[in-house]
Nanobody, 123 residues
Framework: QVQLVESGGGLVQAGGSLRLSCAAS????????MGWFRQAPGKEREFVAG????????YYVDSVKARFTISRDNAKNTVDLQMSGLKPEDTAVYYC????????????????WGQGTQVTVSS
């Protein structure tokens, strides 16, 4: 049974930082591509950042490049999203997702999802 659990969300002022973490269980973590997605009220879920199962490539939506960093620790079965220079428009529920040997970072391609963690950025 695959389980993904996000943590680290909260309330932060604009310009601040947060580090989200996703703990995975029930899967051979090193064979799964991992991604972070977010969804704000009234908006579609969007891709934020991804990291390949080979841990040799990372991907980011343009709006977070140079501000967010995705990383994975296969020894701990975790994937993190370090967020800096946060903006009010980053406010959303952030979801962790996993796909077996995934190579295409679209929400429709990911089979496993966490329950999400709320990130709120105040102005």
């Amino acid at each position: 049974q695959v389980q993904l659990v996000e943590s680290g969300g909260g309330l932060v002022q604009a310009g601040g930082s947060l580090r989200l973490s996703c703990a995975a269980s029930g899967l051979t973590f090193s064979t799964y591509a991992m991604g972070w997605f977010r969804q704000a009220p009234g908006k579609e879920r969007e891709f934020v950042a991804g990291i390949s199962w080979r841990n040799d490539r990372t991907y980011y939506v343009d709006s977070v490049k140079a501000r967010f960093t995705i990383s994975r620790d296969n020894a701990k079965n975790t994937v993190d999203l370090q967020m800096s220079g946060l903006k009010p428009e980053d406010t959303a529920v952030y979801y962790c997702a996993a796909e077996y040997r995934g190579d295409y970072y679209s929400a429709s391609q990911f089979h496993y999802w966490g329950q999400g963690t709320q990130v709120t950025v105040s102005s």
